[in-house]
């Protein structure tokens, strides 16, 4: 694996860890880093927000207990940015339950400060029907 695939397992293990700290650390500490994430609110932009929502998180029921890419990671380096993508399964506990889902995963990282740090990230859930005539793709 690549230099951009060690240094998201680095993210992923601080969001297993719960390591504050290091989660905001993984992310272009500015207002232009966009994140694009699977729950509710669709898009987080800012740095601000972002350590905002990563700081409620980590005090929420939601504990996350593995990260295991399905296919890929794929990844390129162009210059001082790269990124790196794929689908992930994501494994975690809410309260007493044991809770697992598949996401499609992005992540567009800028080198800067000797680090790579998370310029865009991009995690969502496939929609199973989004056009109501299925899959388009003939078999």
């Not at 509710?40 to 972002?50: E, H, S």
């Not at 990671?73 to 889902?101: A, C």
């Not at 080198?111 to 003939?138: F, T």
Request: charged share 25%; net charge negative; glycine share 8%.
């Amino acid at each position: 694996m690549g230099v951009l695939h060690d240094r998201i397992t680095q993210f992923f293990n601080a969001i297993i860890d719960e390591d504050i700290e290091e989660i905001k650390n993984g992310y272009c500490q500015d207002e232009r880093t966009y994140v694009v994430l699977e729950g509710p609110r669709l898009a987080t932009k800012g740095f601000a927000m972002i350590a905002k929502g990563w700081n409620d998180f980590t005090t929420s029921p939601i504990a996350m207990t593995k990260i295991v890419w399905t296919d890929g990671p794929f990844e390129e380096i162009v210059g001082d940015m790269g990124w790196i993508s794929g689908i992930t399964e994501l494994h975690l506990k809410v309260g007493d339950r044991d809770v697992h889902n598949t996401f499609r995963s992005s992540f567009v990282l800028k080198h800067e400060d000797n680090d790579w740090k998370i310029r865009h990230e991009h995690v969502s859930a496939p929609h199973p029907d989004p056009y109501g005539v299925g899959d388009w793709l003939k078999k």
